[in-house]
Nanobody, 121 residues
Framework: QVQLVESGGGLVQPGGSLRLSCVAS????????MGWYRQAPGEERELVAA???????TYADSVKGRFAISRDNAKNTVYLQMSSLKPEDTAVYYC???????????????WGQGTQVTVSS
């Protein structure tokens, strides 16, 4: 069983910063990629940022230059540093990971429970 647990969400004023964290635990052989999605009320879930093993981060155009994704592979953790936050960044942020649970298994997709980020004055 694999679990992803996010933390770090909250209420922040426009222009402020937050750092989200997500830790993967359980039966993990290899993590291929980790990333962040978000979903605002009435909207579809969208990719915010993703980081594959050894590759550069991928970002949605709306967050380029403001958000930075990083991974600590030793801790099975992914971070999302969010700066210059805007009201339109308000959403539930979900951690996502592509994980191989054994040497012989295929990659599976796992989701965290989500953490609320609200940008408001």
């Amino acid at each position: 069983q694999v679990q992803l647990v996010e933390s770090g969400g909250g209420l922040v004023q426009p222009g402020g910063s937050l750092r989200l964290s997500c830790v993967a635990s359980g039966n993990i052989f290899r993590i291929q990629a980790m990333g962040w999605y978000r979903q605002a009320p009435g909207e579809e879930r969208e990719l915010v940022a993703a980081a594959t093993n050894g590759g550069p981060g991928t970002y949605a155009d709306s967050v380029k230059g403001r958000f930075a994704i990083s991974r600590d592979n030793a801790k099975n953790t992914v971070y999302l540093q969010m700066s210059s936050l805007k009201p339109e960044d308000t959403a539930v942020y979900y951690c996502n990971a592509a994980i191989q649970v054994t040497r012989w298994s295929v990659l599976g997709t796992y989701w965290g429970q989500g953490t609320q980020v609200t940008v408001s004055s």
